[in-house]
């Protein structure tokens, strides 16, 4: 990394002082630069000189052009469009072209150019089918599309339950009569790297996902390559976002290990899987690290003369993620893609690069296989023959920020990009086309694949503004390699915007808002005359919708009043088996609170055989006569409406150290309220029982408060306050509903919901 500083830093320094000897020297660089003009061809700069910057053009007989993208045969030929395409659009600040307020100045170069910092990187199922969250006597994660599993921080096969919580793997043993706690392994060691865990898991192997930095990590020698595949000698991590995959051997619970760490430059966006194949995706944003930054307008011709030339000689670790692999044989490194893997449109669409990695949960960890478009994305669907990855940009208009007046508009217009991967069961994923939506994305749930047909909602305006808003359905074709629209269903909500979506076959349910809930449902039946069927207006919105069968909908959000005030969690019953006419058949609301399978549908649980639905609660007691509550709630959903089972809270976890005894005492109740445990322990008794966190009283002072309480010389009181963590994710295994919070593993009976046991998921 400094050695890597330091060169640049030389570079600078020498066209500085070639700036201000002398103007008309010639700097090595690209056709075209930033007016491109043809090779030797004049152009103006800012003072009237000529620029006369002899320049190579690139030959693009070897770039395969297939309608929207290209691909190149070779490395040579994608080096050339990158350096290209980078030095016609560099300026005095890097790629961003504009000054950046408030960053860091972390390397001074003379009193005019500094180091552009690190901050600017970016960060055959049916698809219509209802998932049950069912497998035979266990539950399995909540997926959009049957048969495409999702990573998520707790799975089972029935016979273990492995949960990620504190940076740790868990493993309790679910197979016998009674459940027991087998041990864990630490995910993010010494370095304390990686978070937002979560994982797959097949057999004796789990494969974990999370993010990650890397600057810590030195230069490793790169793999020797065949071909013309141009790489630096040295594979050089720039402290960016890493994704980070593990490989943990689950063969020994007691002792599991990180058996394998692969590492590349970007940022994980998610993962899908059918079978044992996983394909994860992830961004990366590595070519504006290169550049220098001026300190001021002074050093902007030096900096963007800079620039060029580094832009000009860079190689290809300058724009490709590098990677480096840790395992069992040692560490090796390199750069993903291949060359003949990445791909561009036909429309520049910036130097991101967005990757497919391709694993085989049944074989050891390796590199992946990449497949690469340079575009950016950030929301995935996968449909189990397809992965799409979309991102919603603005389109600017009006004055930007400059250093003289900072006046900065906002952007009234929103578009979709989607990329198009192939994916099978027996070799990489391929990038396929792009297709763009007006409007903007909500979530993955947004899109669907149906009968060859992409469908995608989006709503038109700005998204903090829903004053002349309105939302849509566009059904998109491939043809070639463009996603092409065939069809459209507009003038969704009025004045609001998306709440939810959800694809079902030739359905689909558009819910929005503002102030009252218009949930729409969809005819999709004809691709490229959809229209709207029906439509329903109730109070509140809900954010998640699931259908169940027998023309029934569940939808999860928040209830409001008339002005659009959200009053608490809603779960509501949907009829829509007359899609002209749906109707709510029955609702519960949950005053002053929310559930995290509002926002994400893993939280959510339905459970077909006891026609169950289960989902954390948390309630807050903001009104007089209400008591908070950390926990979760089933129900029985059905025809003949919505009722409440039960509730299960993590607060039954009693550890109590030996020789500790409870105090039953009003007075201290009242001192220290009601919710607090009260009891004489041992002096080496520990101030932390699972989930409660206890404080010791001054034994002396104690016994002068409250002479009525015998405390031996041995003996402390300590008031201990229960912490209730909230609940993030339920399963079922057999008889047994299972919930999971960041600080234990609980189970409670399926039937009456009488606690049976708990595991505490500690950090060690």
Not at 733 to 741: A, C, H, K, Q, R
Request: net charge negative; hydrophobic share 35%.
């Amino acid at each position: 990394m400094k050695l890597s500083k330091i060169a640049l830093v030389v570079v600078a320094l020498a066209l500085l002082a070639g700036a201000c000897s002398s103007k008309g020297a010639d700097t090595p660089g690209i056709t075209g630069g930033t007016s491109g003009q043809p090779a030797g061809k004049a152009t103006a700069e800012p003072d009237g000189e000529p620029d006369t910057t002899p320049v190579p053009t690139v030959v693009l007989d070897d770039i395969e052009l297939l309608s929207a993208l290209r691909s190149f045969g070779d490395c040579s030929t994608l080096l050339d469009y990158l350096r290209t395409e980078t030095t016609s659009r560099v300026g005095p600040y890097g790629l961003d072209d504009r000054p950046r307020f408030g960053i860091s100045e972390p390397m001074m170069i003379e009193e005019d150019l500094m180091m552009a910092d690190d901050s600017a990187a970016q960060s055959a199922p049916d698809a219509g089918a209802a998932p049950t969250g069912s497998d035979g006597d266990f539950s399995s994660t909540n997926v959009q599309v049957a048969g495409v599993d999702e990573p998520d921080i707790v799975k089972t096969d029935g016979n273990r339950i492995l949960a990620v919580a504190q940076g740790r793997l868990h493993y309790v043993d679910v197979s016998g009569d009674e459940p027991q706690y087998r041990g864990s392994v630490d995910l993010v060691g010494e370095s304390g790297s990686g978070w937002g865990q979560e994982i797959f898991i097949r057999g004796d192997r789990a494969m974990v996902f999370s993010t990650s930095y890397a600057d810590w990590l030195e230069p490793v020698a790169a793999r020797d390559l065949e071909g013309d595949h141009v790489i630096a000698d040295d594979i050089i991590f720039r402290g960016s976002p890493v994704s980070l995959i593990q490989e943990v051997d689950l063969s020994n619970p007691a002792s599991m290990d990180v058996v394998s760490e692969l590492r590349v430059e970007g940022s994980y966006l998610s993962a899908r899987a059918v079978g044992d194949v996983v394909w994860m995706s992830m961004s990366s944003y590595p070519a504006q690290s290169q550049f220098v930054y001026p300190r001021g307008p002074s050093a902007e011709a030096a900096a963007e003369a800079a620039n060029k030339e580094i832009a000009a000689t860079a190689d290809l670790g300058a724009w490709l993620p590098a990677y480096r692999f840790d395992g069992p044989d040692g560490t090796r490194a390199g750069l993903l893609p291949e060359c003949d893997q990445l791909y561009t449109p036909a429309e520049f669409d910036g130097f991101t690069v967005l990757s497919v990695l391709s694993f085989n949960l049944s074989e050891p960890l390796g590199t992946g296989d990449a497949a690469s478009v340079l575009a950016d994305g950030h929301t995935l669907y996968g449909s189990g023959q397809s992965l799409y990855l979309a991102t919603s940009e603005p389109m600017w208009s009006g004055p930007v920020a400059d250093r003289d007046s900072i006046s900065i508009s906002a952007p009234t217009e929103w578009t979709t990009v989607v990329h198009k991967f192939s994916v099978s069961t027996d070799g990489p994923a391929r990038y396929e086309a792009t297709g763009t939506v007006e409007g903007h994305l909500l979530n993955q749930f947004s899109m669907d694949e149906h009968n060859g047909y992409f469908r995608v909602a989006t709503t038109i305006g700005e998204p903090w503004n829903t004053e002349t808003s309105e939302s849509q359905v566009v059904v998109l074709e491939q043809q070639g390699r463009r996603l092409t629209e065939v069809g459209r269903v507009g003038d969704l909500g009025l004045g609001e915007r998306i709440f939810s979506v959800r694809f079902a076959g030739d359905t689909g349910y558009v819910v929005t808002f503002r102030q009252v809930d218009p949930l729409y449902v969809l005819d999709l039946s004809e691709p490229t005359a959809p229209s709207v069927a029906g439509e329903l207006k109730i109070p509140g919105f809900s954010t998640y919708l699931h259908p169940i069968g027998d023309g029934l909908l569940i939808g999860v959000g928040q209830d409001a009043s008339d002005t659009g005030r959200t009053r608490g969690a809603k779960v509501s019953l949907f009829d829509v088996s007359n899609p002209a006419n749906p109707t709510e058949l029955d609702v519960i609301v949950f005053p002053n609170a929310h559930s995290e399978a509002e926002w994400d549908h893993r939280a959510f649980l339905y459970w077909a055989p006891e026609e169950m639905v289960a989902i954390p609660l948390t309630r807050y007691d903001y009104e007089e006569g209400e008591e908070s509550f950390f926990g979760a709630v089933a129900l029985r959903v059905n025809r003949d409406g919505v009722a409440e089972l039960g509730r299960v809270s993590h607060r039954e976890q009693q550890i109590t150290f030996e020789g500790c005894r409870p105090v039953d005492s009003d007075e201290l109740a009242r001192v220290f309220g009601g919710e607090s445990e009260i009891r004489i322990c041992p002096l080496d008794a520990p101030d932390r029982y699972g989930n409660q966190d206890c404080e010791p009283m001054n034994p002396e002072w104690a016994r002068e408060e409250w002479p009525s309480i015998d405390i031996a010389d041995d003996e402390k009181l300590i008031i201990c306050s229960v912490w209730t963590p909230p609940i993030q994710r339920l399963l079922v295994v057999g008889e047994t509903l299972w919930t999971m919070s960041d600080q234990a593993l609980q189970a409670n009976h399926l039937g009456t919901f009488e606690y049976q046991n708990q595991f505490e998921l500690n950090s060690n």
